[in-house]
């Protein structure tokens, strides 16, 4: 099922781009030699018009093949041809090849608006690698988020990386706290420790207390809103503090209740997402410099690999519902969509954006690029980018498995 679900979600996305390319080019009268659902071989094809609709064996997307788009060599011919994609002006060619990214940005807000509609105008929680400022909206942060849980740590079987926790208590005695720190946990655990201490020795020989002390952790599913006692024994570091073993970090969630940011919702939350995604990004590129190694950027890149484990986790959730595993799927989708528009507009080669560069030196030049070399530019950038690709599905697969 997650495997299932994680094609429909990449097909759809790359559909829509498609789309997007496919529509603005019949407004613009470019021939569509075909429309192709997923990537050959082609299974079936049926030509309406002067168009091809395929259906292909792969099950990946789809693609649009227009006339003469990827045709570096054309003639006077060719040129003056108005159902050739080379005949038409710059900013027609950069129309359509910027169409894609319309779409999956238009996608991923209605997607949000979706998502905001349902879950009472705010937003699931998003994790914070590095403080960020969003631009719009009530942000609520937690700071006792458990991002990962050490092999000793005697809450490792008990909870899940994304709950947070929020109380400490001491399970013989009456006595507990709300912690909203790293700080205020330590603090908590050590004293609900000494208090179980206490009574112990009150009732057992020294020698009999053992390893029989015991916290009362309180815990949040954040994805569920749901909190859980859990009663544990911390371990002891070697110098005999009680530990729990947690790694802690932050999330926010965002609320838009004003009506009118009710009403913008799902373009502010693209924006918010986008913007704290591009200053992490940033600020990981900084810290991977100044540390001399790719190792703080390329931990937080996921590809392929790293989208179907997301799904994977979003689906068996056990604790969530029905209805919060669809909410989950539809933000992560709607994620990836503003997401890869971002990606397809960077001017990089052998993507939309880095088409559209070479037009804008078109344009300021008076004259097109030479074909031979802007096709020699696009092929190395596609062998790049097949190799980051290939790279970063490697250190998924190592990582998640």
């Not at 097909?11 to 829509?16: E, N, P």
């Not at 909870?159 to 205020?184: H, L, Q, R």
């Not at 986790?313 to 933000?331: C, E, T």
Request: charged fraction near 20%; glycine fraction near 8%; charge should be negative.
């Amino acid at each position: 099922m997650s495997f299932i679900i994680f094609i429909l979600i990449l097909s759809v996305l790359v559909l829509i781009h498609e789309l997007g390319h496919f529509l603005t080019a019949k407004k613009m009268g470019v021939a569509v030699e075909e429309f192709g659902l997923g990537i050959p071989p082609r299974i079936y094809g049926k030509k309406i018009g002067e168009t091809i609709y395929s259906l292909n064996l792969l099950p990946f997307g789809g693609f649009v093949r227009l006339k003469g788009e990827d045709s570096y060599e054309y003639s006077k011919e060719d040129l003056k041809d108005p159902q050739n994609f080379i005949s038409k002006t710059p900013l027609q060619r950069a129309a359509i090849l910027l169409a894609g990214v319309v779409m999956n940005t238009l996608f991923g807000v209605a997607l949000f608006y979706v998502f905001m509609v349902a879950n009472g105008s705010k937003t699931s929680h998003i994790p914070l690698i590095f403080d960020h400022a969003f631009e719009f909206g009530e942000v609520r942060t937690v700071d006792t988020v458990v991002f990962s849980l050490d092999e000793k740590s005697p809450l490792k079987d008990k909870m899940e990386p994304g709950e947070a926790i929020v109380f400490i208590g001491a399970s013989d005695v009456n006595w507990g706290t709300p912690v909203d720190s790293v700080e205020e946990i330590r603090e908590a655990v050590a004293t609900a420790y000494s208090m179980e201490l206490s009574v112990e020795e009150e009732s057992l020989e020294a020698e009999e207390v053992g390893n029989t002390k015991e916290v009362v952790v309180r815990v949040l599913d954040l994805a569920a809103e749901k909190e859980r006692s859990l009663t544990i024994t911390p371990y002891l570091d070697e110098e005999g503090d009680p530990l729990l073993g947690v790694y802690l970090g932050s999330s926010a969630q965002i609320f838009y209740q004003e009506p009118a940011q009710k009403l913008a919702s799902g373009f502010l939350h693209a924006y918010n997402v986008l913007g704290y995604s591009t200053s992490a990004f940033g600020k990981l590129i900084g810290l991977s410099v100044e540390q001399g190694s790719a190792e703080p950027l390329s931990e937080s890149v996921s590809g392929p690999v790293g989208i179907y484990s997301l799904v994977e986790n979003i689906v068996s959730y056990s604790k969530g519902s029905v209805g919060q595993i669809a909410l989950n799927l539809i933000d992560l989708t709607a994620l990836i969509s503003v997401s890869l528009a971002v990606l397809n507009v960077l001017p990089l080669p052998a993507l939309d954006g880095g088409r559209v560069l070479f037009i804008a030196i078109e344009s300021v030049r008076g004259k097109r690029v030479s074909p031979k070399v802007e096709a020699a530019v696009h092929k190395a950038g596609i062998l790049v980018l097949m190799s980051l690709l290939l790279l970063v599905s490697v250190r998924d697969v190592i990582r998640i498995f």
